[in-house]
C-alpha cells in the first residue's frame, strides 16, 4: 500500500510539474526568469535601501541636536527637512509621530520602519505592474540573444536556435548578396538590446542610490531600450558599411549592398550603440545633417574655453570616489558645488564633514575657475569659507586683503582665449579717455581701480566677497556650518592651551 501511495504521489507531481516543464521549455525559462527578476530585484533593494537610510538619518538628527533647532526661530536646517521629505512623505502616520519633530527613539523608531515596509508593499506592487512592459521587452530580447548566440552572431533563423544552453552543429545559411535577411536584423537587435540592457540596469542602479526610482522611471528606460534596438536595426539596414559615409565620393560610386553575413564592425558596433540610449538616433542624425539644410546650426566657437571642470581638482577626489559620487548623479564640479552636504552624505559612503569640505571646496572652485582655485590653495585658501576668513573676518589685517586682490582681479589663459575667439576688447578709463585694452590690461587697470592703499582694498575686496558668497548653494552650506559647529560646543573652537583671540 505504501508503494503504491508513492507511486501516486509521484504521479500527482508528475501531473502537475509536467505542464509547467513544458511551458518553461516552450517559452524560454531562462529568459523570462531574467525578465521577472530585473525589475523585482531593483524593487526590492529600493526598499531596503529606504529603511538603511531612514536609520542614518536618525542617527545624524542625534548626533548633531542643534540642526533641529536651528537660527533664532529654532526650526529644523531646511537641508536636513529636504533628506526627511525625501523618504518619509509619502508615509501615512495615524495619531501619532509628526514629520517635521525630530525621529522617534527606541520602540517608536521600529514601529516606524514596520510601517515603511508595510506600506512600501503597495508601492512595490504598482511600481512591479509600470514594469510589465520592461518584462515583455527584456524577455523578448533575450530570446533574440540567445539565438544570435547559438548561431554565431551570423543568423538567428539557424536550425538550432530554438536549443537551450547548446551549441548549433548545423550552420545558418548566409542569405542571397544583395539582400537584407531577417535573422541578420534580429542578430544585430539582439546585440544593440544586450548594450541597452546593460545601459538600463546601469542607469537603474544610479536612481536607487539616490532613491529615485518611480513608475515613469521603468517607463522611460523601457522606451530606451526598444528605441536603441530598433534604431540600431535600422542603421544597419540603410548603412551596412558604417565606413562608407566616410570615404571620398567618386563619378559613378554606388552605395555599399548587404553581402548576407554581418561584418565584425556592426557585431561590435551595435552593442555600443545601445549601451548609451540615444547613440543609435545620435548616430544617423551625426551621418545625414549635412544633406539636410534645415537643420539649425550650433555655435561651437567657444567649446575649447568651456570644458566642465573634473572633480578630480579636489583635494580628496580620486578616479574612484569621482565614479562613487557619478552614482549619486554628480558629475562634475559645479553639481558637487550645488549639492546638498547632508543628502550627500545620506546617499553615499562619505562621512558628514568629508562631504561638506568637498563642496566648500567645490564652490569655490566654481565661483573663482579653476585656475584661480589651485592658485589660491596654494597660498592656503582651500575653500569658500577660508576665503570669506581670510578677507571678511573681524579684526583681519587689511594688508591680507591687497594679497588675496592679486589673484582675485589675475588674467588667465582662459579669460585670454574667450576674448581672443569672441574678438572681444575690453575698454578702460584713463585720464579722462576712454580707450580699448588687452586683457592683462584691464586686468591690472581693475587692479589699480579698486585701490592702491590698503584701506581702499579692504573695502572693494569685501564687496567682491559678499556678492560671490551670496549664492544659495554657499548660505545653506553656512547655515549647515554654524549648527553643526553649535553642537560640537565651545571647546571645539579651539585647544584648551592655545590663548584666546583678544590676548596680546
Same mark, same amino acid.
Given at each position: 500500500m505504501e508503494g503504491a501511495g508513492a507511486a501516486s504521489?509521484?504521479?500527482?507531481y508528475g501531473y502537475l510539474l509536467g505542464p509547467l516543464l513544458y511551458a518553461w521549455d516552450q517559452i524560454n525559462g531562462w529568459a523570462l526568469l531574467i525578465a521577472i527578476l530585473t525589475p523585482a530585484l531593483i524593487i526590492f533593494s529600493r526598499q531596503e535601501i529606504r529603511v538603511k537610510r531612514v536609520r542614518q538619518i536618525y542617527d545624524f538628527e542625534h548626533t548633531f541636536g542643534s540642526i533641529l533647532e536651528s537660527g533664532k526661530d529654532r526650526r529644523i536646517n531646511p537641508s536636513l527637512e529636504f533628506v526627511r521629505s525625501k523618504y518619509l512623505s509619502d508615509i501615512d502616520f495615524e495619531n501619532g509621530w509628526d514629520p517635521r519633530s525630530p525621529l522617534p527613539i527606541g520602540q517608536p523608531l521600529a514601529e516606524l520602519l514596520i510601517k515603511i515596509r508595510r506600506q512600501g508593499l503597495r508601492r512595490d506592487l504598482r511600481l512591479f505592474l509600470s514594469a510589465i512592459g520592461l518584462i515583455l521587452i527584456v524577455y523578448v530580447g533575450f530570446v533574440a540573444l540567445m539565438a544570435a548566440v547559438r548561431c554565431g552572431f551570423h543568423n538567428a533563423t539557424c536550425t538550432c536556435a530554438t536549443i537551450a544552453f547548446s551549441p548549433c552543429p548545423a550552420a545558418a545559411a548566409p542569405a542571397e548578396e544583395g539582400t537584407l535577411s531577417y535573422g541578420n536584423l534580429i542578430v544585430?537587435?539582439?546585440?544593440?538590446?544586450?548594450g541597452a540592457y546593460v545601459g538600463a540596469v546601469r542607469n537603474f542602479l544610479r536612481n536607487l542610490a539616490v532613491y529615485d526610482l518611480s513608475s515613469f522611471t521603468f517607463l522611460k528606460y523601457s522606451c530606451e531600450v526598444l528605441a536603441a534596438s530598433v534604431f540600431a536595426m535600422i542603421?544597419?539596414?540603410? &548603412?551596412?558599411?558604417?565606413?562608407? &559615409?566616410?570615404?571620398?565620393?567618386?563619378?559613378?560610386?554606388?552605395?555599399?549592398?548587404?553581402?548576407?553575413?554581418i561584418s565584425s564592425v556592426w557585431i561590435a558596433l551595435a552593442p555600443i550603440l545601445g549601451l548609451t540610449p540615444r547613440s543609435a538616433t545620435q548616430f544617423l542624425y551625426t551621418k545625414t545633417r549635412n544633406l539636410i539644410s534645415w537643420f539649425k546650426s550650433e555655435d561651437d566657437r567657444f567649446e575649447k574655453v568651456t570644458h566642465i571642470t573634473p572633480m578630480d581638482v579636489i583635494d580628496g577626489i580620486d578616479f574612484a570616489t569621482r565614479f562613487r559620487l557619478e552614482d549619486c548623479g554628480i558629475y562634475d564640479v559645479q553639481n558637487l558645488a550645488a549639492a546638498n552636504p547632508i543628502m550627500l552624505h545620506i546617499e553615499s559612503p562619505f562621512g558628514i564633514y568629508q562631504c561638506i569640505d568637498w563642496v566648500a571646496q567645490a564652490q569655490l572652485c566654481h565661483i573663482l575657475g579653476v585656475e584661480k582655485f589651485?592658485?589660491?590653495?596654494?597660498?592656503n585658501i582651500r575653500t569658500i569659507f577660508d576665503l570669506e576668513r581670510a578677507i571678511d573676518s573681524k579684526g583681519e589685517p587689511d594688508e591680507v586683503d591687497t594679497l588675496y586682490a592679486g589673484i582675485l582681479f589675475a588674467a588667465t589663459n582662459n579669460l585670454r582665449a574667450i576674448a581672443e575667439i569672441g574678438n572681444g576688447?575690453?575698454?578702460?578709463?584713463?585720464d579722462g579717455k576712454v580707450s580699448v585694452a588687452s586683457i592683462d590690461d584691464f586686468c591690472i587697470w581693475a587692479r589699480k581701480v579698486i585701490?592702491?592703499?590698503?584701506e581702499q582694498t579692504t573695502k572693494c575686496i569685501e564687496h567682491v566677497m559678499r556678492w560671490i558668497g551670496d549664492d544659495l548653494h554657499v548660505r545653506r552650506r553656512r547655515l549647515i556650518w554654524n549648527d553643526i559647529s553649535d553642537s560640537l560646543g565651545p571647546r571645539a573652537v579651539r585647544l584648551m592651551d592655545v590663548k584666546p583671540e583678544d590676548t596680546p
Open positions: 504521489d509521484i504521479a500527482t544585430i537587435g539582439a546585440l544593440a538590446f544586450a542603421a544597419f539596414a540603410a &548603412l551596412p558599411n558604417p565606413f562608407w &559615409l566616410f570615404e571620398p565620393l567618386s563619378d559613378g560610386a554606388q552605395a555599399p549592398q548587404h553581402a548576407g553575413q589651485l592658485m589660491m590653495r596654494e597660498l576688447h575690453p575698454m578702460i578709463i584713463e585701490g592702491t592703499s590698503p
